[in-house]
């Protein structure tokens, strides 16, 4: 890498643990930090990541899409989405997580260099369809973030331990709520991302990608299914959190499984 990219991944690094710091702060301290100060510090960091991303991506020969670049790219954009979405949603409990993995994700691009090149200006249809798959993937692994809240505060409301005047845990039905807003805006992307894919791959089944389709086309029926149960019926919290959580489950060993092998372990 060039002196600038490590300056910016190490500005980003910076400013990510500095936000983590605050948010760790606000969560477990009587003196509640400014979201607005989150929010400023936050951006800083997401605009250096993402300087660091494009330095990394456009290589000489090709576009770099090695897997610890598509886990910064995803991280990037939970990162960028959640902070975007600090001022209106009830997400600050799931910043530490955010935040803590998208260091360590920049660490990874910085410390172990790799490289998968592909040519986007050959194919912009495959760009199209990558696109959609990572803002679907992104989306619902939010919306699993989501999930694991929404089955925090129902257990310590069930159990009695929450303090609903002191605690920092935002109220249940808006959790819920958010969370199959996010859900069915991960399986609308998810649609697309599939139809687009069958539409302008000519591999979707072939030897050694057949696995992410069907592993895609599963987690679509799960969340489909939890979508359209939600709307019948209602559904319990219990089984919308397993749902999700197995749902964004599938997505990871589709798009992360195989190339985690070939890419880090047999190379």
């Known amino acids: 890498m060039d002196m ?13 643990s500095l936000s983590l710091a605050l948010v760790l702060k606000s969560l477990f301290s009587q003196d509640k930090i400014n979201p607005k100060i989150i929010f400023a510090i936050a951006s800083m960091g997401i605009g250096f990541h993402a300087i660091v991303l494009g330095n990394v991506i456009l290589a000489n ?17 939970i990162a960028a989405i959640l902070t975007i979405a600090i001022p209106k949603f009830a997400i600050i409990t799931l910043l530490p997580v955010v935040y803590g993995f998208t260091i360590l994700a920049i660490l990874g691009v ?6 998968f090149i592909t040519h986007f200006e050959t194919y912009p249809e495959v760009l199209i369809h990558i696109c959609l798959a990572l803002s679907a993937y992104s989306t619902l692994v939010i919306a699993a973030f989501y ?5 925090v505060i129902d257990y310590r409301l069930k159990n009695k331990k929450l303090n609903l005047a002191s605690s920092s845990l935002p109220p249940l039905l808006t959790v819920e709520k958010q969370l199959f807003q996010l859900i069915l805006a991960g399986t609308l992307l998810l649609t697309l991302s599939l139809i687009t894919g069958f539409f ?4 979707m089944l072939a030897q050694g990608k ?3 389709t069907i592993l895609s086309i599963l987690a679509w029926g799960l969340y489909s299914y939890l979508l359209w149960r ?17 749902g964004a489950t599938l997505l990871t060993l589709a798009y992360f499984g195989s190339r985690l092998v070939s890419e880090l372990i047999l190379n």
């Open 200 to 203: 302008f791959l000519e591999d």
């Open 61 to 77: 020969d090709g576009q770099n899409m090695s897997i610890l670049v598509v886990a910064s790219i995803v991280s990037w954009l």
């Open 147 to 151: 999930a694991i809240q929404l089955n």
């Open 210 to 212: 057949a696995h992410k």
């Open 110 to 115: 910085w410390l172990i260099p790799s490289s």
């Open 230 to 246: 939600h709307n019948q019926q209602g559904v319990r919290i219990k089984t919308a959190v397993y749902i999700t959580i197995a």
């Open 4 to 16: 600038w990219t490590n300056i910016s991944s190490l500005t980003a690094v910076v400013f990510y």
